[in-house]
């Protein structure tokens, strides 16, 4: 999982320095897929569904950091928002992440409408 996590990360141009690598697995790991391989394996991973909360805000507090003027109205603020809505983000990361991520059963189902939005936010 290491090896193929740094693969990734490295196709992206990101260098995830070795403290910091259970964290850049935990961001390609999907729920079912950790509880599966905890299930049957001694050392433990952990998947990106806490991460998922730090994501959304990291990307909302930048968005409207770039964005903001004291001339926009409060709607428009959060019509900037839009790009990175669930929808938006759930078609860009199936693009991207689709044969990255670690990922079993119900995972990426269709019914899990957000799935590959969450992982992409980390």
């Known amino acids: 999982m290491i090896e193929l996590t740094n693969q990734f990360y490295k196709f992206i141009g990101v260098e995830i320095p070795t403290k910091y690598i259970k964290l850049a697995v935990a961001s390609l790991t999907m729920p079912e897929y950790a509880k599966n391989y905890n299930d049957v394996n ?8 806490s991460l998922a909360t730090v994501g959304d805000a990291f990307c909302n507090a930048y968005q409207m950091l770039n964005e903001y003027t ?8 959060t019509n900037k928002k839009s790009p990175f809505s669930t929808e938006n983000l759930n078609e860009v990361g199936k693009l991207l992440l689709k044969e990255h991520l ?4 119900n995972d990426l189902k269709d019914t899990n409408t957000k799935s590959y939005a969450t992982a992409l936010r980390l």
Request: negative net charge; glycine residues 0%.
């Open 42 to 49: 001694q050392i433990k991973i952990e998947d990106h569904s």
């Open 70 to 77: 004291s001339f926009l109205t409060k709607e428009e603020l």
């Open 102 to 105: 670690f990922a079993k059963n």
